[in-house]
């Protein structure tokens, strides 16, 4: 029998957005099948018949889910359709530039998967720069690309990373197409944007649990673009945030990461420095720094917030960098750093004078109060740590918002010698219905 030609191009397409293994990819598959409705699922064995191009063609269930993960028509991703009339319609999104068009507009901003992003005539310009984008990649498209990022942003607070990561995916594919070609001064825009993006890209995929390879990849990816357009600021603050995602693995790296987004060659704007600052003192406490240097650290950071503009209204992805960073949200977050200096008293004062009557929004109080959750099991009072937990988890269960559920298990674990209680069994009863939803 004749040998198979292996599909490299979908290879390429896959490491690209992140899925760096087979297993990552599989598991992306599935969950944006889910998120679709679609019911079909795949194994990597699937995937390695695709790669090794022993199948050519997916299947329609599969052809509509990968459309709408790469945001483009197969044919682009080196799969090739079998003649025949049988066939045919299947293969128009190939064979007819209207049909085409109707993909393109469809899957570079995700498609079915979210509530529309854009009007008709925006996606109308999508296609018309994926086609040409030196004619067509203008201030419209750029215009048009933001407001899609700022609505995908949106839908991850309010439904969670798993809603938002297939437009934010979309948005990304549309931007890497398009600067290709662009003029210059659009290229710019175009990349400066991407930078954004990726970067929210990476939040979602830490979000969502993926692996830590898929979130660093979308990080380097945002440096990269912050570099070929000048903007130390963002590179920075993309160093903030690998020292966030990070959580609670090699204190050492986190600060130096931090460190470095306040002290690298660039100049951070006065919000985003003082939430660097913040992680700084963070990491000092992890690494068991003395009480009074995560003290001048942390006036540091408020000492950066008055020097802060007042924000020009409502924050959002492609607003002025870190412009949601508010007085709130580093008083609260002190808590998490006197948490980490192993003063969970301490932290449960911040975390109560701070969260009762706050501003912050639901998945912020809940995250919060996970780690409230946290220091007060750690302090003794394991019935409330149960019940800040119970209030946490209701919030962030149905959108799945992973960074709360990972510290709930954090919670789950030093309760664990309280599991008795009925507070506390309720809590790990919850948690792992949760978990197997």
């Not at 889910?65 to 128009?92: C, E």
């Not at 064979?95 to 085409?100: F, K, L, N, Q, S």
């Not at 990816?221 to 357009?229: L, P, V």
């Not at 004062?349 to 809940?366: K, M, N, Q, T």
Request: proline fraction near 6%; glycine fraction near 8%; hydrophobic fraction near 40%.
């Amino acid at each position: 029998m004749p040998g198979h030609t292996p599909n490299g191009t979908f290879v390429t397409a896959r490491i690209k957005r992140g899925w760096r293994t087979q297993e990552d990819f599989a598991e992306a598959y599935n969950a944006t099948a889910g998120t679709s409705g679609s019911k079909a699922r795949i194994s990597v064995r699937q995937v390695r018949r695709w790669e090794s191009g022993q199948t050519l063609w997916p299947n329609r269930d599969a052809r509509q889910v990968l459309i709408r993960m790469f945001g483009m028509p197969l044919g682009h991703l080196g799969f090739v359709p079998p003649a025949g009339k049988a066939m045919a319609r299947d293969t128009a999104a190939d064979d007819e530039p209207g049909m085409e068009d109707h993909v393109l507009r469809r899957t570079f901003v995700g498609g079915a998967l979210v509530a529309p992003l854009l009007d008709l005539a925006a996606l109308d310009h999508f296609a018309a720069a994926a086609r040409d984008a030196y004619r067509y990649a203008d201030q419209d498209l750029v215009d048009h690309l933001r407001n899609a990022l700022d609505e995908t942003a949106r839908i991850d607070l309010l439904d969670g990373p798993h809603r938002a990561m297939p437009a934010a995916l979309g948005i990304l594919s549309a931007i890497n197409g398009a600067a290709r070609d662009a003029k210059p001064g659009i290229r710019q825009q175009l990349l400066g944007l991407g930078a954004r993006a990726a970067e929210l890209a990476a939040w979602l995929h830490r979000d969502a649990g993926s692996p830590h390879r898929t979130i660093t990849y979308w990080h380097n990816q945002s440096k990269e673009w912050a570099t070929f357009t000048s903007d130390g600021a963002m590179h920075a603050y993309v160093l903030l945030r690998q020292a966030q995602a990070m959580g609670r693995h090699d204190p050492a790296r986190i600060l130096a990461l931090a460190d470095a987004a306040t002290s690298g060659p660039w100049v951070l704007p006065p919000r985003p420095r003082a939430e660097a600052l913040q992680q700084k003192a963070r990491g000092l406490a992890m690494t068991g720094a003395a009480e009074k240097q995560i003290e001048r650290v942390l006036d540091e950071a408020h000492g950066s917030l008055d020097q802060a503009a007042e924000p020009c209204g409502a924050a959002t992805c492609t607003g002025p960098l870190g412009d949601g960073y508010t007085r709130d949200r580093l008083m609260v977050q002190s808590g998490i750093c006197w948490r980490e200096a192993k003063r969970p008293d301490k932290a449960v004062a911040v975390f109560r004078a701070h969260l009762s009557g706050s501003v912050l929004g639901p998945r912020d109080h809940a995250h919060y109060s996970a780690f409230l959750a946290g220091a007060l099991a750690e302090a003794g009072e394991p019935d409330e740590a149960a019940d800040a937990a119970l209030r946490a988890l209701a919030v962030a269960a149905p959108p799945r918002y992973g960074q709360v559920i990972t510290e709930l298990h954090r919670t789950a674990e030093i309760l664990f010698p309280h599991r008795d209680r009925p507070a506390v069994r309720e809590f790990h009863e919850r948690l792992m219905v949760t978990v197997s939803c």
